[in-house]
């Protein structure tokens, strides 16, 4: 029996506006989106011409999900984004060509040169840099808003897993201490239905991932992960609870991974027919009927935007590879706390 409530989709433009969003804000979202996917798009190739070292990651089909709840978040909230949800980085402005450049190992890259190549943050811009073990990082984001309850700060934590990491130990430590204490968090689970090759049900027994909430005692919340403007309500309503003491929340969105677990997996595991239905509810294509229809969305607008987004993204490409590798030198730079560090608390 489903224990999480069911969101529904959005409507019209009167619902947006509501939500507090204007016509701009519309164009906003349509363009973090385009930039989102471009950006693993470009790097895809940067990948296959042998540019990028190791394997590469996308989350494509994800991009509404991201894009949805970071827009969600205030400019004092912090997140903890993972691979999929590249468009946090995007709308939390973290420069493209700062993206290639961590893509390419550079110096340039969030990560300076000195970590895998998604794994990437700005902590001047409220972001924590996610680790391979991907749930590990939920605790840090419950001890972010344990840190925010101390201080007595309205600001909220969000942190992202997928649905295969739900199965760890620390996505249960993360939601049970965040439940107990009652903190400013918002769990985000992106329901891709795979974990790597393992299909849903094979992964957890109760309907929904969000059917847990209720037993750390917060609400659970499904949403349509392809629908930007439902995530965005959703992920809100559950910020703005968090910040005025209301607890946690659990927002599962739905989506599906519509490539390989990395580029070095064909994802032939998945029914092809899986695949079509998912391709049809394509996240921008989605948003896209749906600007022309009730915001009145133009061709000419349409083409200035894509035609903004791809010089951004060339350039983008272009300073990254200008950007130099890391000094040998600076390995260890960043890598240990100096003394005087342990003073200064991080996210100020």
Known sequence: MALAREAEPVGSLHEIREAGLARDDLLTIYRHLLVTRGVEERGHILYRQGKIPG???????????????????????????????????????????RIFANYMGRAGGPAKGKDGNVHMADDHLGLIAMVSHLPAVMPVAVGCALAFRIREEARVAVTWFGD???????????????????????????????????????????????????????????????????VYREAGRAIEKARAGGGPTLLECETMRMEGHAAHDDASYVPREMLEAWAERDPIDRFRAWLREHAGLTEGEEDDLRSDVKRLLEDAVRRAEESPLPEPETALEGVYAEPGELDVLHFP
């Open 55 to 97: 394997s590469f990651y996308t989350g494509r089909g994800n991009e509404a999900a991201a894009v949805g709840v970071a827009t969600a978040m205030g400019p004092h909230d912090v997140g903890a984004p993972l691979h999929r949800d590249m468009g946090v980085q995007i709308v939390r402005g973290v420069e493209p060509w």
């Open 164 to 230: 295969g990491a739900s199965a760890r130990g620390d996505t249960h430590e993360a939601m049970n201490f965040a439940g107990v204490r009652r903190l400013p968090v918002v769990f985000v689970c992106d329901n891709n239905h795979w974990a790597y090759s393992t299909p849903s049900h094979l992964e957890y027994a109760c309907d929904r991932i969000a059917d847990r909430a209720q037993a750390y005692g917060f609400e659970g919340v499904v949403v349509d992960g392809t629908d930007v403007l439902a």
